[in-house]
């Protein structure tokens, strides 16, 4: 009785969170239109309230529809990682002259055609169905499916090309602004964001108790790791838990008083996440599989946030075996306790374009984006800053691995940064920005 009142509650919050979204106003946003004059989009030059209105409802559903193609892009990872629908060996991005010569990425391709016809109870497959036919593919029909899947990989692979250029030539900031939006994610960055809080505190920015309200933007899906592209558990979304457990094994929160709003604009994640808070309204569990593959040297640091992660918001139970191709790797599991999931509210939100209209004392006191402001332009990472700062309480922080644009006249400003490593290979690391808003 007392979950499903407390389940009551945080449906009445959320709904009042969703009556408090609106676009971001011409007034509000003036500032940044005046200060990219020179380079705005044609539909904003001599920007007004009426061209503003029309330019960003058209832009929202611009950005909302590269949900599309990222899905093609988890497609494509799927194809050449995924074990849940072949025993063929798997293929990395190397490997792959060879495995064309081979006969191996044909077989593979037969192989995802044949699941994709018969998904049965895959969810990868009966998503991936849907997602072809939005396409105007018919997955009944292998040769075409067969043809669609290799040009989508044959596009990712020219995209790749053009992205580790841009990176070459210093545009990482906004390396992904025009490639799909995809909801591939990792359990690493979480340790990033662990490590900076742990910084952040014994440096003495943040104390004990200084989070009650927190907010995740872009936690994305696992519906193919994107650091070892598995598949063989059910998808689950990781950052709003982490960020949780975090937070509480820091001191940084108090259990039971938490509350995590997390904002995305894919239907899947939203979907996922009130899925996940129904079921534990009936006091069901959250389970979380934590692979950890051999292939890659984790730091002691890593390791030691896979080893713990969950250890105050669940308990360790027996995680789902790895198929064969999969030998070597060392998994865990977490199931997480029902007040923990109700904890974390979701909220359909464009955070370039949108906000929620929040009173001072409901505002964040700690906001968190890894790997989700590389996929816009600096523009667009500006506008999407302000609505930040105006979400933030006086003081508030927002992390992010994303080198972020500082506007003058902007609210936020970095106050520090902490340098991650999650590997003993090259450039394997974030640096997190420490983004806090003026507290006057």
Same mark, same amino acid.
């Given at each position: 009785?007392?979950?499903?009142?407390?389940?009551?509650?945080?449906?009445?919050?959320?709904?009042?969170?969703? !009556?408090?979204?609106?676009?971001?106003?011409?007034?509000?946003?003036?500032?940044?239109?005046?200060?990219?004059?020179?380079?705005?989009?044609?539909?904003?030059?001599?920007?007004?309230?009426?061209?503003?209105?029309?330019?960003?409802?058209?832009?929202?559903?611009?950005?909302?529809?590269?949900?599309?193609?990222?899905?093609?892009?988890?497609?494509?990872?799927?194809?050449?990682?995924?074990?849940?629908?072949?025993?063929?060996?798997?293929?990395?991005?190397?490997?792959?002259?060879? !495995?064309?010569?081979?006969?191996?990425?044909?077989?593979?391709?037969d192989d995802l055609v044949k699941g994709l016809r018969a998904p049965g109870g895959n969810e990868?497959?009966?998503?991936?169905?849907?997602?072809?036919?939005?396409?105007?593919?018919?997955?009944?029909?292998?040769?075409?499916?067969?043809?669609?899947?290799?040009?989508?990989?044959?596009?990712?692979?020219?995209?790749?090309?053009?992205?580790?250029?841009?990176?070459?030539?210093?545009?990482?900031?906004?390396?992904?602004?025009?490639?799909?939006?995809?909801?591939?994610?990792?359990?690493?960055?979480?340790?990033?964001?662990?490590t900076t809080l742990r910084d952040m505190q014994d440096r003495r920015t943040l104390r004990a108790?200084?989070?009650?309200?927190?907010?995740?933007?872009?936690?994305?899906?696992?519906?193919?790791?994107?650091?070892?592209?598995?598949?063989?558990?059910?998808?689950?979304?990781?950052?709003?838990?982490?960020?949780?457990?975090?937070?509480?094994?820091?001191?940084?929160?108090?259990?039971?008083?938490?509350?995590?709003?997390?904002?995305?604009?894919?239907?899947?994640?939203?979907?996922?996440?009130?899925?996940?808070?129904?079921?534990?309204?009936?006091?069901?569990?959250?389970?979380?599989?934590?692979?950890?593959?051999?292939?890659?040297?984790?730091? !002691?640091?890593?390791?030691?946030?896979?080893?713990?992660?969950?250890?105050?918001?669940?308990?360790?139970?027996?995680?789902?075996?790895?198929?064969?191709?999969?030998?070597?790797?060392?998994?865990?599991?977490?199931?997480?306790?029902?007040?923990?999931?109700?904890?974390?509210?979701?909220?359909?939100?464009?955070?370039?374009?949108?906000?929620?209209?929040?009173?001072?004392?409901?505002?964040?006191?700690?906001?968190?984006?890894?790997?989700?402001?590389?996929?816009?332009?600096?523009?667009?990472?500006?506008?999407?800053?302000?609505?930040?700062?105006?979400?933030?309480?006086?003081?508030?922080?927002?992390?992010?691995?994303?080198?972020?644009?500082?506007?003058?006249?902007?609210?936020?400003?970095?106050?520090?940064?902490?340098?991650?490593?999650?590997?003993?290979?090259?450039?394997?690391?974030?640096?997190?920005?420490?983004?806090?808003?003026?507290?006057?």
């Amino acid at each position: 009785m007392r979950t499903r009142f407390f389940l009551a509650i945080l449906l009445l919050a959320t709904a009042a969170f969703a !009556a408090g979204r609106v676009f971001t106003s011409y007034t509000a946003v003036k500032p940044v239109l005046d200060a990219f004059a020179g380079q705005l989009p044609p539909a904003l030059k001599n920007a007004d309230q009426a061209k503003w209105n029309a330019w960003s409802r058209q832009e929202d559903r611009t950005i909302r529809a590269r949900l599309d193609q990222g899905d093609l892009d988890s497609m494509v990872n799927l194809l050449l990682f995924g074990t849940s629908f072949t025993g063929k060996p798997r293929i990395q991005i190397p490997e792959l002259a060879e !495995a064309s010569k081979s006969g191996l990425l044909r077989a593979r391709v037969d192989d995802l055609v044949k699941g994709l016809r018969a998904p049965g109870g895959n969810e990868r497959l009966v998503f991936l169905r849907k997602a072809l036919r939005g396409q105007g593919v018919d997955p009944d029909i292998a040769d075409k499916t067969g043809s669609f899947i290799l040009q989508n990989l044959q596009r990712v692979l020219k995209e790749n090309v053009n992205f580790a250029q841009r990176t070459a030539d210093g545009n990482r900031a906004e390396v992904f602004r025009d490639r799909g939006v995809s909801l591939d994610t990792n359990i690493l960055p979480n340790s990033g964001i662990e490590t900076t809080l742990r910084d952040m505190q014994d440096r003495r920015t943040l104390r004990a108790g200084a989070v009650r309200r927190a907010a995740v933007i872009g936690p994305g899906l696992d519906f193919t790791d994107w650091d070892g592209g598995y598949d063989y558990y059910p998808q689950q979304t990781l950052q709003p838990f982490a960020l949780y457990d975090s937070l509480l094994r820091l001191t940084l929160a108090k259990s039971g008083s938490l509350e995590i709003t997390v904002f995305d604009i894919s239907p899947r994640v939203l979907d996922h996440l009130r899925g996940a808070r129904d079921r534990a309204g009936k006091g069901e569990n959250y389970v979380l599989q934590l692979p950890r593959g051999s292939g890659r040297r984790w730091t !002691a640091g890593a390791i030691e946030f896979w080893r713990t992660f969950g250890d105050r918001s669940g308990e360790a139970v027996s995680p789902i075996q790895p198929p064969v191709p999969l030998g070597g790797m060392q998994t865990r599991a977490v199931r997480l306790r029902p007040d923990v999931v109700l904890a974390c509210q979701p909220v359909d939100l464009n955070i370039v374009l949108e906000r929620l209209d929040l009173p001072v004392e409901e505002r964040f006191d700690l906001i968190v984006a890894t790997n989700m402001f590389v996929y816009y332009d600096t523009f667009e990472q500006t506008l999407a800053l302000s609505n930040v700062a105006a979400m933030l309480k006086p003081g508030g922080f927002l992390l992010s691995n994303d080198k972020l644009p500082e506007d003058p006249r902007g609210a936020l400003r970095r106050a520090g940064f902490t340098t991650v490593w999650y590997s003993e290979e090259p450039k394997a690391g974030d640096s997190v920005g420490w983004y806090q808003k003026s507290p006057n």
